[in-house]
Structure formats: structure tokens, C-alpha cells
């Protein structure tokens, strides 16, 4: 008993404790579940790091002790281990107190380590990031796992706790050089100089969860940890299959221009299949490309209502493939030409800021997405020819509007990055082998945390998401494919949410993500409910590239950025943007994006079909959704979420939970098999 009683009174000591702490290890407000100071009502989560991404920039003349005027910066980039004890308390949804723990940390292969201090360099692959008792000078510690030596202190650190996505980021964390590595270094009075910066992106998991009601425990359960240490490895597949396998950085690469940035995300791809996959640089076509595109998901009550792409970038086009095993697949470079070819199993690393490089960038009007063709040519080469116009800061990278990243215009607001290796050898692959077709899991996404107003910095969270577009990480939406034409074009995706934000109001939300059709999009049109009153009618779109010289696009104008036009009738609402014979230029869903549209109506969500128009050929198709018309009405709550009816079309149910990796995603949907053409 006395036990028990010890346990309790330790308990409550230590909600005194966290709550007299929550401003200073949180920016969220405190919490107003609290009737008085002392007998607080909730829930008190202690949790830990599922999975982080850790990244360290440090000044290579301040470990040096170089006078050098000319500054040499390093990226060191981790991954955390799994399930690693650095707990963390949450009351309320409230990051609340961070408690002794620690991070053991694994240096990331694609970004390679760079030469540093012999003492250093023979202990990166076993540092840990361990967070100091509260009677320490500092709050973390960046130590040798092993040995326990202190490289650095860490001073400063905004600690960022979304419950949402149960993501927990540490952003401006200054490296100083502890007293025991300056010694080492032979320059003791270095100690406590500032040699860099450190960020942490960690996925949360609750391992305990207690509920109080006025500051008496009612219950206590302790969830199982997932165990999981990575994405994990799919076996190999039949034939050449490239897919993304990591997303693992993000970077601002210049100043804003005006009301813009330009960014570059990292890339690792992987070859899941048993073929090689040919990196032939240009003027060679064989070769994959990759467009790099940014989202958001915000609105509504719990910031889930909305899913929205807020940037693009032009293509890469690929050189040279270097053989990893980043994907853990087990690199295989027999019969296969290296450097040339992306081997069986392996892996090829693309950093941030190259991805960004203007003249390793093309123009997407040039290809066609489905069966990877570009025209062939001579130096300077049509599907990259920079020819006759200069560049600046957002130019051809993922250009993205400031407002859409100023954390302080979209607080609590969820962001992924995502890119698709499409390749012209698995198109020619799929014709000759109609059942090692692998062209449809191309794209891999990312969270990221954004922080800042003006310029933005950007922390992984959790794992890549393996395998499946972005579209697929809008938490409570139903996400249906569409394949209007099996063999001779690609597929798309309509999303859809159906929320209700007031009695008797119904709001409607709906994406469509075009993967790689080269027909593209051009009208969107829904059913409606006889006397059905609609209001708050919208439609978004991604900024688009302008025109130039030499860019695909007709007359080298560029794509327009003209809104749809929205035409309602008394049975439906419709968007459409130009016909092709109207404006080649056409502001199409075009393949790699994805727009929004959205109304709020006063009768409530019905099983039917909406129907998805075509820009360059085709007839339009139906797909499953749900709207303010046909079929029986289910239940509507106000947190009321659509879900999908049994179709013709392949459906698939987006994951219930926003951390992207592949556990929770969406249930496996059937791959589309293009048959041979006549």
C-alpha cells in the first residue's frame, strides 16, 4: 500500500511540476481545462520518438579554429532509432514538460559524411542527442553513445508539439563546443563557442495514457510501440520498378522573390524490381524524370478539412546512378551497368539544393508522363534548354507563395512534400509484359514542419510514405482512382471529405490529383439535390510556371493561371477551365498537380457520381463520390466524414491518422494493368 501511495503522490508532484513548466517548453496556449490550479481534468500522455529525423549544420572553421573569412558549412543528417526513450509530456493535446532521454542517431547515407575533427569523425556513427535533467546548465547534449564524451551543448530551442500529427519538432537549437571537445581539441578556451545549429522532426507514440478528472487518476493504458525500425523492405518485383524510397531533406535554396520562394526537396530513389533501370543523361531520352510537389492540408475544426497543393517545380531529369541500399532492399549490381543503370535493389541520392539547379531542370510540357517520351536532340536538348532567358531565386524549383508557408497565417497547418520517378523503360516494359506492370507506385511523400514568416526553414517528420501519392495522407478523406483509358493512358485520383461546421450546413471538399495522364483534366462537375442552396463556392489551383523561350508550351506563353469558370444549374455545379481547341495553354489539371473545389450547401451528403472531363482526348468518365444529391442519405454529424460505396472504379480510403509512413496508410488498392496496344 505504501507503495501505491508513494506512486500517487509522485504522480501528482509531477503535474504540479509539468504545469508550472508548460510556458517554457511550449508555445501553444495553456490549456482551459483546468477548473482550478490544482485539480486539473484530461488526458495525460507520456510519449516517445516513434521514429526523427535529426539534422546538425555546423561551421567547419569554427571546429577548426580557422580564421578563414570564407565559410564552410556542413549538413549532417540522421535518423533517429526507433522507439527511442526521449519522453515527452503532452496533457490536453498541450506539450506540457520534455524529461530526461535520449535519441541514439544514425547518419543518413545519401547526404555522406564530410571530413571533420578526427575526435568527432570517429564518433559520428554513434552519437546520441540526450536531453540534461532540469538541474543541468544546458537542456541537450550531443554525446558519443558509448563513451559518453559531450561534443556539444546544445543552447536555445523552440520545442513545437502538433497533436494533430502527433509530431513533436525542435527547431534553432545553438551547437556550442563543450568544454571536454574543446580540451580535445587542444583550444580549451574555444568552450562554449556557437559552431552551428541543430533540428529535430520526431514522430510521437503515446506509451502511456492517463485520464484525471479533478486531479484524481480514473485510468491508466499503456499502448504497444510499433517496433518499427524503418519503411520497410518490399521484396523485388518482376522487371525494372523505380520508386521514391526517401524524401529526407528540404530547403529554401535563395532569397524570396517577391511574393515567392524557390524550393528543392532530396530524393532517394530506389529500384524495387529485378531489371535494371536505365540513367542515361541527356541527350540520351532513357532516362527517368521526377516533378517535386508541395502541399498543405489546413481548415475546418482540426485543421484536416482541406487538402490543398500550394507549389511545383519543372522536371529533373536524371544522370548517373550511384548503387546504395538506402531502401534496404539489397543493392545487386551483377548484369547490370553501374553508374549508367540503376541497379537491382539499389539506390541513387539526389541532395536538396541540386534538385534545385536551373539547368538540371526541364520544362514538363515536353514529356508525357505515361510513356515517359521527350523529344531527342543535340545540345542544347528541347526537354531542358535554358536558351534566351535568365533566371532568378524561384525559377523552375518548387515555386510556393510565402502566405501559404507563414506559420503565423496557418497555424496548425500540416505540410507534405512529394515527388514521382516516372521512366519511359517501364511504359515499354508494361507493353511487353502486361503482368509486371509496375507504373502505378511511382510517388512517395514526406511531412515536413515549416517555420518561419518571410524565410522558412523545413524538419522531416516521421518516415517517407513510400509508394503512394500525397493526395493519400488527407486524414479522413475517400480517395478514388480513375483510369479512363487501360493501356494507353494513366490514372488519376478524386478525393473527396464531407464535413458539417454548423447544424444544418454541410461543407464540401474535393481534389483532384492527376498522377500521369497526358490527357489532362478540364472540367469537374457534381450533382445536385432538387432546391439544393449553395454558398461559399471555390476553387484552387497551385501557382504555375510563366512562359519561356524554348519551354514546350504553345507560342512559349507558359500555362495560364486563369480560375475555373463555375456554371451552377438547378441539377448541378460545374467547373471547367478553357478546351484545348480554345487554349492549348489551358489552365488543365495537367499530370503532377492537383486542384481543389469546394462549396457549403444546406442538405446533406449522398451516395453518387460526379463527373471528370478530359482536355486534350477522350470522352468524360464517372467516379464515386458523395454530394447533395442521389441515392440514400446516411447520418450526418458534425464532424461527419465521407466514405466510399462499392464501385467499378478501384477505391481506396485515405489513412486515418496524418504521420506519412507506410503503416498508416491507405489499405492496398489494385494496381491498373495497361494492356498491350493494338
Known sequence: MSKIKLTLS???????????????????????????GDAPSGTLQKMIVENASVTMQLDLNGLNGSNSLVARPVTL???????????ILVFNDLLRGVKPGSMALIPSRSGGIPALPVRLGASVKQLAVEKLPSNQSFGLAVRDNKTGFTFFNVEGGDYDYNANARSLGIEGGRLLISKEFANALGRPSDAGSVVGK???????????ITQLVNGKRTSVVEPPLTHRAGPGAAQLVAGPDIIVGDLPDMVQIDPAVGSQVGLGIATTSCNNGDQPVNFFALPNTDHPFFPENFYRMSGGADNFERFEQIGQSWIKHTFGADEGDDCALGCNTNNCTQFSQLCPGCSDPYLADENGWYDLLGSRAW??????FMPPGPSPYPSSNHDGHSHDGVSHRVRVNISDLNTTLNAGATYFAEAAYLDPLEYTWCQTHPGQCNMY??????????????????????QTARMQPAIMAWRGATVNQVQPDPGNDGISFVGYKVTSPAPGVYHYEYALYNYNLDRSIQSFSVPLGAGANLSNIGFHAPPQEPGWPNDGTFNNQGYSSMPWAVTQTSDSITWNSETFAQNQNANAIRFGTLYNFRFDADQPPQTTNATVGFFKTGSPVMVAIQAPAGGATPTATPTATATATATA???????????????????????PTPLPRP
Open 198 to 208: 541543430i533540428s529535430v522532426g520526431a514522430a510521437m507514440q503515446p506509451i502511456e
Open 649 to 671: 472504379t478501384a477505391t481506396t480510403t485515405a489513412t486515418p491518422r496524418p504521420t506519412p509512413t507506410p503503416r498508416n496508410g491507405p489499405s492496398p488498392r489494385p494496381r
Open 441 to 462: 507506385n511511382n510517388a512517395s511523400y514526406h511531412q515536413f514542419l515549416v517555420n518561419g514568416t518571410t524565410s522558412f526553414t523545413f524538419s522531416p517528420v516521421g
Open 367 to 372: 514529356v508525357n508522363p505515361f510513356t515517359g
Open 77 to 87: 543528417q540522421f535518423s533517429a532509432a526507433a522507439n527511442s526513450f526521449f519522453p
Open 10 to 36: 509522485g504522480f501528482m508532484f509531477l503535474l504540479l511540476l509539468l504545469f508550472g513548466l508548460s510556458r517554457v517548453f511550449s508555445r501553444n496556449p495553456d490549456t482551459k481545462n483546468t477548473p482550478n
